[in-house]
């Protein structure tokens, strides 16, 4: 079985620019989360999707964020303009339907995004 | 504002010891503990999850959950150079999402042969 992926695994850019993140969890999974790790600090809630919905976008740091989950398959996170302070390590990771199981998130490999 | 509160080490044992990875959480509500293994550059892998007071082991690998001291512990038997990792503390949190996690910022562990 698959697991979750993220595309791509690194990204440098300028500031201002705008990046895409991709995260393509694993099939079947209806819960999808977004991280951030800045350096330094501890791994940070941004937002749950059950399936193509919102459940929670309490951690969206600004509205400089928008995420997406069409279809409730894959997601996107993108960052328009980038800051200096977006630089961190987006993670992804998904979750079977609630109920199902005790819900273990698992994660992807993250996408490391770099402000210039 | 939910914290989880970890020693970021580095912790270090020698092989074949026990270690013994320390975690605190400020919720008192919280129900659901993880413990996650993050190899340099690699995705968090949950290695434990823990719900009720007491022990739960799971191999080398022993949970321990304090609920009344707000407090979750990991312990690692007959530790090896493949167990050094960073070891992440999470905790669950229903007050918001159905699930989200609230992470500490983790123990860097290394085993030295």
């Known amino acids: 079985e698959a697991g979750v992926t993220q595309f791509p695994s690194h990204s440098v850019i300028e500031k201002g620019q705008t990046v895409t993140l991709r995260c393509d969890p694993i099939?079947?999974?209806?819960?999808l989360y977004w991280y951030r790790r800045v350096m330094g600090k501890e791994i940070k809630f941004l937002l749950h999707?059950?399936?193509?919905?919102?459940?929670?976008e309490s951690g969206m740091p600004n509205n400089r964020f928008l995420a997406e989950r069409t279809g409730g398959t894959y997601s996107t996170l993108k960052v328009q303009p980038a800051e200096l302070e977006d630089s961190g390590v987006y993670f992804c990771?998904?979750?079977?339907?609630?109920?199902?199981?005790?819900?273990?998130?698992?994660f992807g490999p993250g996408t490391r995004l770099t402000v210039l | 504002q939910k914290e989880v509160e970890q020693n970021s080490g580095p912790l270090s044992v020698p092989e074949g010891a026990i270690a013994s990875l320390n975690c605190t959480y400020s919720?008192?509500?919280?129900?659901?503990f993880f413990w996650y293994r993050q190899y340099s550059g690699k995705s968090p892998e949950l290695i434990m999850f823990?719900?009720?007071?007491g022990d739960k082991e799971d191999g080398r690998f022993t949970a321990q959950l304090n609920k009344a001291s707000q407090y979750v512990s990991l312990l690692i038997r007959d530790s090896q150079p493949s167990d050094s990792a960073t070891y992440l503390c999470?905790?669950?949190?229903?007050?918001?999402?159905?699930?989200?996690?609230?992470f500490g910022k983790g123990t860097k562990l290394s085993v030295k042969p």
């Open positions: 919720d008192r509500g919280s129900q659901s």
């Open positions: 999707f059950v399936k193509e919905s919102k459940q929670d």
């Open positions: 099939s079947g999974h209806d819960n």
């Open positions: 990771a998904s979750s079977q339907p609630t109920g199902t199981s005790y819900n273990e998130q698992f």
């Open positions: 823990i719900y009720s007071n």
């Open positions: 999470a905790v669950k949190d229903y007050g918001g999402s159905q699930g989200n996690l609230i």
